[in-house]
């Protein structure tokens, strides 16, 4: 009779983020003038979703915990009470349009090694978040190039980094 609520997020981003994703080493390569490298040739694609539209749905998530279902059925035979929800953007976009972004913002262009795909990576993430926008009226919507830019504004306050 635990309520439970799963959360699956889609290539999370933005400030305080981990400093080995993929934003922080583009833009500390770019303002370090350092080369990066791109896996399967730049071919891939990201549903990015920005960390505020993250924290958004888990605040709608938790003030709105798993009911039980009235009947047992083939997916919950014991009515136990649990959702599971995707918070991602619903929009998969290229790699190469996000480095584009970073690249826009700082006026500068990146020095790219294009890689082989790498072994267990997936050349494509996408969320499909129905059930969340249904159950709470809620759909990521930061676009790339807002979300990219509050992150390098960050950036560069956080390290005290002239632009």
């Known amino acids: 009779?635990?309520?439970?609520?799963?959360?699956?997020?889609?290539?999370?981003?933005?400030?305080?983020?981990?400093?080995?994703?993929?934003?922080?080493?583009?833009?500390?390569?770019?303002?370090?003038?350092?080369?990066?490298?791109?896996?399967?040739?730049?071919?891939?694609?990201r549903?990015?979703?920005?960390?505020?539209?993250?924290?958004?749905?888990?605040?709608?998530?938790?003030?709105?915990?798993?009911?039980?279902?009235?009947?047992?059925?083939k997916v919950n035979p014991t009515c136990a009470p649990y959702e599971i929800y995707n918070i991602g953007n619903n929009n998969p976009v290229k790699l190469m349009d996000f480095i584009k972004s970073i690249e826009k913002k700082l006026g500068k262009n990146l020095t790219i090694n294009f890689k082989e795909l790498q072994p267990g990576d997936v050349p494509e993430t996408y969320a499909n978040v129905n059930k969340l926008e249904s159950a709470f009226n809620f759909r990521p919507l930061t676009s790339i190039d807002e979300g990219v830019s509050k992150f390098i504004d960050w950036y560069f306050n956080y390290y005290n980094l002239e632009k």
């Open 1 to 45: 009779g635990i309520k439970t609520t799963g959360l699956r997020f889609f290539t999370v981003y933005g400030p305080w983020g981990r400093p080995d994703m993929a934003l922080f080493l583009f833009v500390k390569a770019l303002i370090e003038d350092k080369p990066i490298d791109v896996f399967n040739h730049g071919n891939m694609l």
């Open 47 to 73: 549903d990015f979703t920005y960390i505020d539209d993250i924290i958004e749905g888990v605040v709608k998530v938790i003030e709105n915990p798993a009911k039980a279902p009235k009947n047992k059925s």
